[in-house]
C-alpha cells in the first residue's frame, strides 16, 4: 500500500501570517492524483486542493496553494494570509489512477491559527 | 452541490450488538466509501463499492460488513460490536465522471461501544 507522511502532528500560526504543511508519500506508480482535505472542528471534511501528477504547474485555490516536488514524492500545502477560520486538521491524501478510486491519507496535521 | 448525509452524528450500542451505519448520496456517484478516523491515526478504509452491489475490502475489513442495494445508499454493518469499534465513522462518495477523483464527505458518525 501507498504510504502517505505528514511529520508535523501540529503547527500553529498567526493570523495573516503564512504557514507550510509538509506531506511525503511513497509510490512506484507514474499516474496519481494528489489531494489536501481540511476538517474543521465541526468534522465536515472538505476539500481544499488537489493535483494531478502529470502536471507540472502547481494548482492554487485562492490563499491555498501547493508545492509538488515529482521526483522527491513531496506536496506541501501553503496557506497565505492565514484567517481564524483555517484552523482545523488537514489531510494529505493520494489516489493511484488504477486503485479503485480508494484515497489513501496521512495522519494529518492539526493547525491552529491565534489572533 | 454534493451532499452525503450519514444516518447518526452520535452512537452508542452495547457489546455484541448489530449496529448498522446508513450513508446517502444525492450525486448519483458510482463510488462509495467507508473510513474509519482514530486519533493519531488519520482515516483508514473499511470498504468501498463502485457498484450496486459490488464492494471491495479496504485496509481494516475484519470485523464490519457493507450493503450496496441501490446506487445511492452504503450501508456498514459491525455483525457484533466490540468496544474498539468505537470510533468516528465517515462516508464518501466519487464519481469518476467528474475527472476530478475527490471524494465528497458525509458529516461523520461518533459510535460508542459499552
Known amino acids: 500500500a501507498q504510504t502517505v507522511t505528514q511529520s508535523q502532528p501540529e503547527m500553529s500560526v498567526q493570523e495573516a501570517e503564512t504557514v507550510t504543511l509538509s506531506c511525503t508519500y511513497d509510490?512506484?506508480?507514474?499516474?496519481?492524483?494528489l489531494f489536501w482535505y481540511k476538517q474543521p472542528p465541526s468534522r465536515q471534511m472538505i476539500l481544499v486542493i488537489r493535483q494531478e501528477a502529470y502536471k507540472q504547474q502547481n494548482a492554487t485555490e485562492n490563499r491555498f496553494s501547493v508545492n509538488f516536488q515529482k521526483a522527491a514524492k513531496s506536496f506541501s500545502l501553503k496557506i497565505s494570509d492565514s484567517q481564524l477560520g483555517d484552523t482545523a486538521m488537514y489531510f494529505c491524501a493520494f489516489m493511484e489512477r488504477d486503485s479503485g478510486y480508494a484515497l489513501n491519507f496521512g495522519k494529518g496535521t492539526s493547525l491552529l491559527v491565534t489572533p | 452541490d454534493v451532499k452525503v448525509t450519514q444516518s447518526s452524528r452520535y452512537l452508542v450500542k452495547r457489546t455484541g450488538e448489530k449496529v448498522f451505519l446508513e450513508c446517502v448520496q444525492d450525486m448519483d456517484h458510482e463510488n462509495m466509501f467507508w473510513y474509519r478516523q482514530d486519533p493519531g491515526l488519520g482515516l483508514r478504509l473499511i470498504y468501498f463499492?463502485?457498484?450496486?452491489?459490488?464492494?471491495e475490502k479496504g485496509d481494516i475489513p475484519e470485523g464490519y460488513s457493507v450493503s450496496r442495494e441501490k446506487k445511492e445508499r452504503f450501508s456498514l454493518i459491525l455483525e457484533s460490536a466490540s468496544t474498539n469499534q468505537t470510533s468516528m465513522y465517515l462516508c464518501?462518495?466519487?464519481?469518476?465522471?467528474?475527472?476530478?477523483?475527490?471524494?465528497?464527505f458525509g458529516p461523520g458518525t461518533r459510535l460508542t461501544v459499552t
Open positions: 464518501a462518495s466519487s464519481s469518476p465522471r467528474t475527472g476530478y477523483y475527490e471524494q465528497y
Open positions: 463499492s463502485y457498484d450496486v452491489k459490488m464492494k
Open positions: 509510490t512506484s506508480e507514474n499516474n496519481y492524483y
